[in-house]
T-cell receptor, first 116, second 113 residues
Framework: GAVVSQHPSWVICKSGTSVKIECRSL??????MFWYRQFPKQSLMLMAT?????????EQGVEKDKFLINHASLTLSTLTVTSAHPEDSSFYIC????????????FGPGTRLTVT | EDQVTQSPEALRLQEGESSSLNCSYT??????LFWYRQDPGKGPEFLFT???AGEEKEKERLKATLTKKESFLHITAPKPEDSATYLC??????????????FGAGTQVVVTP
């Protein structure tokens, strides 16, 4: 159990366009979902935390109008990178947590975004 | 501020050569310490959760231990398929943390035949 999927696994987009990344918990209900980005040879940096039906909580320095997060159901969260620029190119990874007394986060396989 | 420091940054082992990875942490009340394995170009894979000092968990060739200041991940008789980056993360017991994790930079392990 505890499988998380992401779609797409990789995407190339032109500068100025928007791209949406989906994160799904396949075999459990996720009270909370997290979005991270990871640059080469670096560790994961938390971007935002989202709870189903609530507005996302963004980490300091992350532009909420640029990285739109929607957590519409207990199994789906989406991250939309709006007006993407080359510096947004990165590896985006989501994770999901059951919540309650279960504190583990289960990660998706990641999405490689390249902005040209 | 919560901090997680992993050492060494990189570790090269011969197959069968056991070793340990270190994760030192400072956190305002530890809810849990987590170990993950990450292969290149993939998301982290959950390995263990440790909640209190003295706790130990094992999975195949891996064993994780926890003290009040650090955690160790012991790799016994590693095989080439154990090559990966091992990440340590802590979760603080603060009410507004929503369970978010503070990650260390990771230890890149390479096991050669």
């Amino acid at each position: 159990g505890a499988v998380v999927s992401q779609h797409p696994s990789w995407v190339i987009c032109k500068s100025g366009t928007s791209v949406k990344i989906e994160c799904r918990s396949l075999d459990f209900q996720a009270t909370t979902m997290f979005w991270y980005r990871q640059f080469p040879k670096q560790s994961l940096m938390l971007m935002a935390t989202s709870n189903e039906g609530s507005k996302a909580t963004y980490e300091q320095g992350v532009e909420k109008d640029k990285f739109l997060i929607n957590h519409a159901s207990l199994t789906l969260s989406t991250l939309t990178v709006t007006s993407a620029h080359p510096e947004d190119s990165s590896f985006y990874i989501c994770s999901a947590s059951r919540g309650g007394t279960s504190y583990e986060q289960y990660f998706g396989p990641g999405t490689r975004l390249t902005v040209t | 501020e919560d901090q997680v420091t992993q050492s060494p940054e990189a570790l090269r082992l011969q197959e069968g050569e056991s070793s340990s990875l270190n994760c030192s942490y400072t956190v305002s009340g530890l809810r849990g310490l987590f170990w993950y394995r990450q292969d290149p170009g993939k998301g982290p894979e959950f390995l263990f959760t440790l909640y209190s000092a003295g706790e130990e968990k094992e999975k195949e060739r891996l064993k994780a231990t926890l003290t009040k200041k650090e955690s160790f991940l012991h790799i016994t008789a590693p095989k080439p398929e154990d090559s990966a980056t091992y990440l340590c993360a802590v979760q603080a017991m603060t009410t507004d943390s929503w369970g978010k994790l503070q990650f260390g930079a990771g230890t890149q392990v390479v096991v050669t035949p």
